[in-house]
């Protein structure tokens, strides 16, 4: 178990992170707690909970950086989803962050091989004291040795209850299930002995285990899970095809379909496998699902050149919604990237060749509809701009409509004390400044705020766009023709591409990643 505490921040920005995160389908919120009216899954913004925050925090001014941001990370999937928070709670209690009324986020992430979540609060506890933050990290270490060697014991023996429910037909079974638990486990004499971080925290009499494989394998036969292992087949055939490497193949099937493979013998040259389904519960010698030859049977680097464009299908397939980032993070190891609608070869030779037509378009249709899911429209005409902007149908991306009414009644005044107030250089470059963007529509002009991801039809909030287009604001010169307007597209922006992206998430728990800062990325929303 790592806890990492993570920078601090006046702005709150590890909101708009994991919130970006669950809009990209790779983490969920867990809880929340004591936010007032905000204090439910579903009625909130992330500008919402920034503001709480923020708020909360203001009852201390000397604190400049409130933001409290904390992972806490297990190794592979050796923790469950509740013992992660009841883990944490217990942490927060001992750091001085469990104080009733204190406000808490903690998130969910799915996006690595680790298990681990993500919590925010502020530094300032309810009665505007600042918590103690001196020696923290020594400190952190301290109670997290302390929590593990209270709970060490008792985890275990959970952890074995746990196990005892899979249906497993051997005992290399059943201890193949703990080590993705993190345990080690050995047979001395008629013990089956549990250990973990050096020492032993359980031993189980061989007998009673026998007994329960035994009881096991009879149940296995009066249930006929045929049908099952032909899907575990297919899917391992499929996800080999797509990976390039043993440890690609398990990370995909285990954040995909929670499955986990156990190899046998040396890394590099194993001699079997054991395949456990945490779904359904049940663990196979990987024999009975698919030889050991044929599932670790990847191509060649020259192979993989050759059929570049068969593997982009087949990715494209089994993940529909792919763009051409995602599609280059598994490019890496075939030595080719995409660009532009343009195949590159980096390797024997560079070289580049156009991707088929009907991929480019699959791509640039997957680019532009990720850039639509990342806007917050407050009202249907919003949305159906934003569809028409981007050329797609309403059933291409599924934007929610979010009720920000009252904080979108403010930023209107404010674009109207714009339009109407400022002198000076053209309009819309003081507006690009600000961090808004303009697009024209036929006699209708768009204004985008990038940040938030709002977006305004001047028109239908009685703004004359006329201004944007003159520079001498004196004048009263006509909208200029649409051949002869420069439009700042916000498509030009490629969300989640630039620092902020999910991928700048260091894998909790991995020593090489430690060093990566993410109050570096931007904000999200």
């Given at each position: 178990?790592?806890?990492?505490?993570?920078?601090?921040?006046?702005?709150f920005?590890?909101?708009?992170?994991?919130?970006?995160?669950?809009?990209?389908g790779?983490?969920?919120?867990?809880?929340?707690?004591?936010f007032?009216p905000?204090?439910?899954f579903?009625n909130y913004?992330?500008e919402?909970?920034?503001?709480?925050?923020?708020?909360?925090?203001?009852?201390?001014?000397r604190?400049?950086?409130?933001?409290?941001?904390?992972?806490?990370?297990?190794k592979?999937?050796?923790?469950s989803?509740?013992q992660l928070?009841?883990f944490?709670?217990k942490?927060l209690?001992?750091?001085?962050?469990?104080?009733?009324?204190?406000?808490?986020?903690i998130?969910?992430?799915?996006?690595?091989?680790?298990?681990?979540?993500?919590?925010?609060?502020?530094?300032?506890?309810?009665t505007?004291k600042?918590?103690?933050h001196n020696?923290?990290r020594?400190?952190?270490?301290?109670v997290?040795?302390?929590?593990?060697?209270q709970?060490?014991?008792?985890?275990?023996?959970e952890?074995?209850?746990?196990?005892?429910?899979?249906?497993?037909?051997?005992?290399?079974?059943?201890r193949?299930?703990?080590?993705?638990?993190?345990?080690?486990?050995y047979?001395?004499?008629?013990?089956l002995?549990?250990?973990?971080?050096?020492?032993?925290?359980?031993r189980?009499?061989?007998?009673?285990?026998?007994?329960?494989?035994?009881?096991?394998e009879?149940?296995r036969?009066?249930?006929?899970?045929?049908?099952?292992?032909?899907?575990?087949?297919?899917?391992?055939?499929?996800?080999?095809?797509?990976?390039s490497?043993?440890?690609?193949?398990?990370?995909?099937l285990?954040?995909?379909?929670?499955?986990?493979?156990?190899?046998?013998?040396?890394?590099?040259?194993?001699?079997?496998?054991?395949?456990?389904?945490?779904?359904?519960?049940?663990?196979?010698?990987?024999?009975?699902?698919?030889?050991?030859?044929?599932?670790?049977?990847?191509?060649?680097?020259?192979e993989?050149i050759?059929?570049i464009?068969?593997?982009?299908r087949?990715?494209?397939?089994?993940?529909?919604?792919y763009?051409?980032?995602?599609?280059?993070?598994?490019?890496?190891?075939?030595?080719?990237?995409?660009?532009?609608?343009?195949?590159?070869?980096?390797?024997?030779?560079?070289?580049?060749?156009?991707?088929?037509?009907?991929?480019?378009?699959?791509?640039d249709?997957?680019?532009?509809?990720?850039?639509?899911?990342?806007?917050r429209?407050?009202?249907?005409?919003?949305?159906?701009?934003?569809?028409q902007?981007?050329?797609?149908?309403?059933?291409?991306?599924?934007?929610?409509?979010?009720?920000?009414?009252?904080k979108?009644?403010?930023?209107?005044?404010?674009?109207?004390?714009l339009?109407?107030?400022?002198?000076?250089?053209?309009?819309?470059?003081y507006?690009?400044?600000?961090?808004?963007?303009?697009?024209?529509?036929?006699?209708?002009?768009?204004?985008?705020d990038l940040?938030?991801?709002?977006?305004?039809?001047?028109?239908s909030?009685?703004?004359?766009?006329?201004?944007?287009?003159?520079?001498?604001?004196?004048?009263?010169?006509?909208?200029?023709?649409k051949?002869?307007?420069i439009?700042?597209?916000?498509?030009?922006?490629?969300?989640?591409?630039g620092?902020?992206?999910?991928?700048?998430e260091?894998?909790?728990?991995?020593?090489?990643?430690r060093?990566?800062?993410?109050?570096?990325?931007?904000?999200?929303?």
């Amino acid at each position: 178990m790592i806890a990492t505490i993570l920078p601090s921040s006046s702005s709150f920005h590890a909101v708009g992170y994991n919130e970006h995160k669950v809009a990209q389908g790779s983490a969920r919120l867990l809880e929340i707690k004591n936010f007032g009216p905000f204090d439910s899954f579903t009625n909130y913004t992330p500008e919402d909970l920034v503001a709480y925050l923020q708020k909360y925090s203001s009852s201390n001014e000397r604190i400049q950086k409130p933001q409290f941001h904390l992972a806490i990370s297990c190794k592979g999937h050796e923790y469950s989803e509740e013992q992660l928070v009841e883990f944490a709670h217990k942490y927060l209690d001992e750091m001085g962050y469990g104080m009733d009324g204190q406000p808490l986020l903690i998130y969910l992430h799915n996006d690595t091989e680790n298990l681990h979540i993500h919590i925010i609060t502020s530094r300032i506890d309810p009665t505007g004291k600042k918590i103690d933050h001196n020696h923290e990290r020594r400190r952190s270490q301290a109670v997290i040795d302390k929590l593990l060697g209270q709970d060490a014991v008792q985890k275990c023996k959970e952890d074995i209850e746990r196990a005892k429910e899979y249906s497993c037909t051997k005992i290399s079974q059943f201890r193949a299930l703990l080590s993705t638990m993190g345990y080690e486990s050995y047979q001395w004499q008629d013990q089956l002995v549990v250990k973990k971080g050096g020492s032993v925290k359980s031993r189980l009499p061989l007998s009673d285990i026998q007994t329960l494989m035994i009881e096991n394998e009879n149940r296995r036969k009066e249930i006929d899970d045929k049908k099952r292992r032909m899907q575990l087949r297919s899917i391992l055939q499929k996800y080999r095809d797509i990976s390039s490497s043993q440890k690609d193949l398990k990370k995909e099937l285990s954040k995909l379909f929670g499955i986990d493979l156990i190899f046998i013998g040396p890394s590099d040259k194993p001699t079997g496998y054991i395949l456990i389904d945490h779904n359904n519960k049940k663990v196979y010698n990987g024999s009975q699902i698919l030889r050991l030859k044929d599932l670790l049977n990847f191509t060649s680097q020259e192979e993989k050149i050759k059929e570049i464009s068969s593997f982009i299908r087949k990715l494209l397939d089994a993940n529909p919604n792919y763009t051409a980032y995602d599609i280059n993070k598994k490019l890496r190891n075939r030595l080719a990237y995409i660009r532009k609608g343009v195949l590159y070869h980096t390797s024997p030779s560079e070289k580049k060749e156009e991707l088929d037509e009907d991929i480019r378009q699959k791509l640039d249709h997957n680019f532009r509809t990720e850039i639509v899911k990342t806007f917050r429209p407050a009202t249907t005409a919003e949305r159906e701009l934003l569809l028409q902007i981007y050329k797609l149908k309403d059933s291409d991306a599924d934007i929610p409509l979010f009720s920000i009414q009252d904080k979108r009644d403010s930023d209107i005044t404010r674009l109207r004390e714009l339009f109407t107030l400022y002198q000076g250089r053209t309009l819309r470059d003081y507006l690009k400044e600000e961090g808004y963007s303009t697009k024209r529509i036929g006699d209708r002009v768009v204004v985008f705020d990038l940040k938030l991801k709002r977006v305004y039809d001047l028109k239908s909030y009685g703004i004359n766009p006329e201004k944007l287009y003159v520079k001498n604001h004196s004048a009263n010169y006509p909208l200029k023709d649409k051949k002869t307007a420069i439009d700042v597209l916000p498509d030009k922006i490629n969300p989640g591409r630039g620092s902020a992206y999910s991928d700048r998430e260091w894998e909790v728990g991995t020593e090489k990643d430690r060093d990566n800062d993410l109050s570096q990325g931007g904000v999200y929303y």
